[in-house]
Nanobody, 117 residues
Framework: QVQLVESGGGLVQAGGSLRLSCAASVSILSFNAMGWYRQSPGKEREWVATITNGDSTNYADSVKGRFTISRHNAKNTVYLQMNSLKPEDTAVYYC???????????WGQGTQVTVSS
């Protein structure tokens, strides 16, 4: 059973930083991609960033240059370092793990990030 547990959310002032963690119950090497998504009240869930097994990364334009996704394979953990936070970054942040070769996606329960102005 795959479980993903996010942590690191909280309340921060605009311009501040947070680091989110996503710990998996299995080896993250079994997933060909892991990513972060976010959802604000009244809005659809949106993609934020992805990292592949080959350490290739991609970012949404809205976070490019401010957020960094990384992984620690030995700890089975993926991180999202968020700098220069803005009030519009306020959302519940979700971790997603994908095995595209099996059409499998797994989601964490989410962690709340609130950025005050």
């Amino acid at each position: 059973q795959v479980q993903l547990v996010e942590s690191g959310g909280g309340l921060v002032q605009a311009g501040g930083s947070l680091r989110l963690s996503c710990a998996a119950s299995v080896s993250i090497l079994s997933f060909n991609a892991m990513g972060w998504y976010r959802q604000s009240p009244g809005k659809e869930r949106e993609w934020v960033a992805t990292i592949t097994n080959g350490d290739s990364t991609n970012y949404a334009d809205s976070v490019k240059g401010r957020f960094t996704i990384s992984r620690h394979n030995a700890k089975n953990t993926v991180y999202l370092q968020m700098n220069s936070l803005k009030p519009e970054d306020t959302a519940v942040y979700y971790c997603k793990a994908s095995r595209t070769y099996r059409s499998e996606d797994y989601w964490g329960q989410g962690t709340q990030v609130t950025v005050s102005s």
